[in-house]
């Protein structure tokens, strides 16, 4: 199962539970489709607490997984809801887990720590009880069971509003099973959804299930998300007793299992973990109290985008706008065209106002507090940046969105949280830009790369909101070049090397070494190319032109002892080298994202000492991804005594589906394998 669960399912209360059962059904049929499981026919597992098996204690390891230092054999909630009289509505989770342990790096998963709410407000305070805990080992092929003693037990405060329960279960060593349960009571006037469940973790799981039990008077949107398919699958309608009589009545019941999840692994090319991992999260929708009318909370996106332009924090502060009135007058006195006012615009905003490293849809502070300051977070700024562009008279509207370490935007589900990122959004005739002023060295029009994640939300001035693909123009491109001769006297590869930096690549570099000493590059470099001896060393263009290249150049020497009379192996590919594949997973499940396209390339000439030549010719290497997503070409040539060889390695396609990681796996072995060959020179005979 390789394509994402992102399905938003509306559970209803059961008081509509007819009226709405065709579109419930349709509901549910969309979990078949995407290959959601029957429950009803499946392997079913119902261990029980405080008793072991012998088969769970004799494995050594994890046959899926011969790394896993341990294995999550049994991971249970269950969710349900109750009344109390001090507290009103209370969810009640359950949670029981079972783990195997398998090295001795794992032992630390015997101490836990539980923390819960204990602010000054007793009606929101959380619980923990019924706290259960045991060790199983083998003891001269006896099971032997420690059982947690209730004195070591400890509880702490954790800050003014949080205390932690901890504990150590007893007796863990490797080989050890242990097992631990518990009950969390948190009211409804405290949070009002339930946890994010997830069906993984960072070692494989065997079992792990969740149930949640819905009485009829509360009504939740319920999210999957995900790349595993589940193994059961089961609802039912039934009568709910939360312990006071005006709220009992009919409800839903459900219960979710993936089985044999395999360890989530935190691989290159993702945006963050929570986009990947199989879980359930949770939305309320609305209450429905007898006596107390209705109180609805879920939210369209016309709803989102009101809440966002009637906010003083977001659309307020665009409706302020005289501390600008001064360099907006000099912009339209300068300017010549509409595009000289975007690029002087975002110039000034980028150079006058620092980014503090904060993103935020909204400001914190008031945006002319900001602008004073002459320092904001991202909103601060973008949001002056979008200001300014309107009072030149330029259609510029904000895209709100969400970072890739914030996770993906799911269009599904209308919610003010979605967001952590705002940028201005410009369009001229047929042409559109995207801005964001934050990055010190970014040219107008490029995206900084956390914010390449998909889709965002334009809220223009007039008309209603739209989700717009934030696409980027720019890709990471490097250009590495040496000239160099063989000197087999000195046994020395000696002559120029030059860099040169576009794209992202290029505000990579300047980001990280415009404002600090250059020497500091020169280390770097050095460290890159340990067995160089670098000297002479020239930076052109660190900030002059942001649109041209970062362009480096030195001299090296570099002593090699393969250097022999009468013959001898040259990797050509001295520099810039892919010394190993970046992606080294047998098999992946989750698709791959790259921030951006790439182009890197290599040209080298070298030199030969007088009567050498390649023993032989390398066959030229084209390969090539499908649909042009990607390309590599290798060729090395001699004419007279000089070699060129030419390296590129070019991909145009930023999203992978996991079908093809196979492919593009071997597209970069193929690299390496080039990159890594020697070529073999012979003195030529008569």
């Given at each position: 199962m390789?394509?994402p669960?992102?399905?938003?399912?509306?559970?209803?209360p059961?008081?509509?539970f007819?009226?709405?059962?065709r579109r419930?059904e349709i509901?549910f049929?969309?979990?078949?489709?995407?290959?959601?499981?029957?429950?009803f026919a499946?392997?079913?597992?119902?261990p029980k607490?405080?008793?072991?098996?012998?088969?769970?204690l004799e494995t050594?390891?994890?046959?899926?997984?011969?790394?896993?230092e341990a294995?999550?054999?049994y991971?249970?909630?269950n969710?349900?809801?109750?009344y109390?009289?001090?507290k009103g509505?209370v969810m009640?989770m359950d949670?029981?887990v079972?783990i195997k342990?398998?090295?001795e790096?794992?032992?630390s998963?015997a101490s836990?720590?539980?923390?819960?709410?204990?602010?000054s407000v007793?009606v929101k305070?959380e619980?923990?009880?019924?706290?259960k805990?045991y060790?199983?080992?083998l003891d001269?092929?006896?099971i032997?069971?420690?059982?947690?003693d209730k004195k070591?037990?400890?509880?702490?405060?954790?800050?003014?509003?949080?205390r932690?329960?901890?504990?150590?279960l007893p007796?863990v060593?490797?080989?050890s099973?242990i097992?631990?349960s518990?009950?969390?009571?948190t009211?409804l006037?405290?949070?009002t959804?339930?946890?994010?469940?997830?069906?993984?973790?960072?070692v494989?799981?065997?079992?792990?299930?969740y149930r949640?039990?819905?009485p009829y008077?509360?009504?939740?949107?319920?999210?999957?998300?995900g790349y595993l398919?589940?193994?059961i699958n089961k609802q039912?309608?039934?009568?709910?007793?939360v312990?006071?009589s005006?709220?009992?009545?009919?409800g839903l019941?459900?219960r979710?299992?993936?089985?044999?999840a395999?360890?989530?692994?935190?691989e290159p090319?993702?945006t963050?973990?929570m986009?990947?991992l199989?879980l359930?999260?949770?939305?309320?929708?609305?209450i429905?109290?007898p006596?107390?009318?209705?109180?609805r909370?879920?939210?369209?996106?016309?709803?989102?985008?009101?809440?966002?332009d009637?906010a003083t924090?977001?659309g307020?502060?665009?409706?302020?706008?005289?501390?600008?009135?001064?360099?907006?007058d000099?912009i339209?006195?300068?300017?010549?065209?509409?595009?000289?006012k975007?690029?002087?615009?975002?110039v000034?905003?980028?150079?006058?106002?620092?980014?503090d490293g904060y993103?935020g849809?909204?400001?914190?502070e008031?945006?002319?507090?900001?602008?004073?300051?002459?320092?904001?977070?991202?909103?601060?700024?973008?949001?002056?940046l979008i200001t300014l562009?309107?009072e030149?008279?330029?259609?510029?509207?904000?895209?709100?969105l969400?970072?890739?370490?914030?996770?993906?935007?799911?269009?599904?589900?209308?919610?003010?949280?979605?967001?952590?990122?705002v940028i201005?959004?410009v369009k001229?005739?047929?042409?559109?830009y995207f801005?964001?002023a934050?990055?010190?060295?970014?040219?107008?029009?490029?995206l900084?790369?956390?914010?390449?994640?998909g889709w965002g939300?334009?809220?223009?001035k007039k008309?209603?909101?739209k989700?717009?693909?934030?696409v980027?123009?720019?890709?990471?491109s490097?250009?590495?070049?040496?000239?160099?001769?063989?000197d087999?006297?000195?046994g020395?590869?000696k002559?120029?090397y030059s860099i040169?930096?576009?794209?992202?690549?290029?505000?990579?570099?300047?980001t990280e070494?415009?404002?600090i000493?250059?020497s500091q590059?020169?280390?770097?470099?050095?460290g890159?190319?340990?067995e160089?001896?670098?000297?002479?060393?020239v930076?052109k263009?660190?900030?002059?032109?942001?649109?041209?290249?970062v362009n480096?150049?030195c001299?090296?020497?570099?002593e090699?002892d393969?250097?022999?009379e009468?013959?001898?192996?040259l990797?050509p590919?001295?520099a810039g080298?892919w010394?190993?594949n970046?992606?080294k997973?047998k098999?992946?499940?989750?698709?791959l994202?790259?921030?951006?396209?790439l182009?890197?390339?290599?040209?080298?000439?070298?030199k030969?000492p007088?009567g050498?030549a390649?023993e032989?010719t390398?066959t030229?290497?084209?390969?090539?991804?499908?649909?042009k997503?990607?390309?590599?070409?290798?060729m090395?040539?001699?004419?007279?005594?000089?070699?060129?060889?030419?390296?590129n390695?070019?991909?145009t396609?930023?999203?992978f589906?996991?079908?093809?990681?196979?492919?593009?796996?071997e597209?970069?072995?193929?690299?390496?394998?080039?990159?890594?060959?020697?070529?073999?020179?012979?003195?030529k005979?008569?």
């Open positions: 390789n394509s669960f992102i399905i938003s399912v509306m559970i209803y059961l008081t509509k007819r009226r709405h059962r419930w509901l049929v969309s979990f078949l489709l995407f290959g959601f499981s029957n429950g499946q392997q079913d597992f119902k607490l405080g008793y072991i098996d012998r088969e769970s050594a390891f994890y046959s899926a997984d011969s790394t896993a294995v999550v054999l991971d249970y909630g969710l349900r809801f109750s109390d009289e001090n509505i009640l949670s029981w079972r342990i398998l090295k790096s794992a032992l998963r836990v720590a539980l923390t819960y709410y204990d602010g007793r305070e619980q923990i009880y019924n706290l805990g060790t199983y080992n001269n092929n006896q032997v069971t420690s059982e947690l070591s037990i400890k509880n702490e405060k954790f800050s003014d509003e949080y932690t329960t901890k504990f150590n007796n060593k490797k080989g099973v097992e631990y518990y009950t969390r009571s009211p006037s405290l949070r959804e339930p946890n994010t469940w997830r069906f993984q973790g960072d494989p799981y065997k079992w792990s299930e949640i039990t819905i008077f509360l009504e939740y949107k319920m999210t999957m998300g398919p589940l193994h039912e309608q039934i009568n709910v007793d312990g006071f005006q709220y009992n009545g009919q019941s459900y979710f299992v993936v089985k044999d395999p360890a989530f692994l935190n090319f993702i963050t973990e986009d990947y199989s359930i999260r949770f939305e309320l929708a609305s429905a109290v006596g107390q009318g209705t109180r909370f879920s939210q369209t996106w016309d709803q989102v985008d009101r809440t966002l009637q924090w977001f307020g502060e665009l409706r302020k706008s005289s501390y600008l009135k001064e360099i907006r000099k339209n006195t300068t300017a010549k065209s509409p595009e000289e975007m690029n002087m615009a975002y000034y905003i980028q150079k006058y106002m620092k980014w993103n849809v909204g400001s914190k008031g945006v002319r507090r900001a602008y004073d300051n002459k320092k904001g977070n991202a909103s601060d700024i973008n949001l002056s562009l309107r030149l008279d330029l259609d510029c509207n904000p895209v709100v969400s970072t890739r370490s914030h996770g993906r935007l799911i269009q599904e589900i209308p919610m003010l949280e979605n967001f952590d990122y201005g959004h001229m005739g047929e042409n559109e801005l964001d934050t990055q010190s060295y970014a040219k107008p029009g490029m900084p790369e956390q914010v390449l994640n939300r334009l809220l223009p008309g209603d909101g989700f717009i693909e934030l980027s123009k720019d890709i990471k490097k250009l590495e070049m040496i000239n160099a001769e063989i087999l006297d000195e020395l590869v002559g120029t040169s930096y576009g794209g992202y690549e290029a505000l990579n570099w300047r070494y415009n404002d000493p250059e590059y020169q280390d770097d470099l050095k890159y190319l340990q160089w001896q670098i000297k002479n060393l930076i263009n660190k900030n002059d032109d942001l649109k041209g290249t480096v150049k001299d090296f020497e570099l090699d393969n250097l022999q009468g013959g001898f192996y990797n590919v001295m080298r010394g190993s970046p992606l997973s098999e992946r499940i989750y698709p994202n790259f921030n951006s396209g182009s890197h390339s290599y040209v080298a000439n070298f030969l007088e050498y390649l032989e390398p030229p290497e084209i390969v090539s991804l499908v649909a997503a990607g390309r590599f070409a290798y090395v040539q001699q004419n007279g005594n000089m070699i060129t060889v030419n390296s390695v070019t991909l396609k930023t999203n589906s996991a079908e093809e990681y196979h492919d593009v796996k597209f970069f072995e193929r690299v390496v394998q080039r990159h890594s060959k020697p070529l073999v020179i012979r003195k005979t008569n």
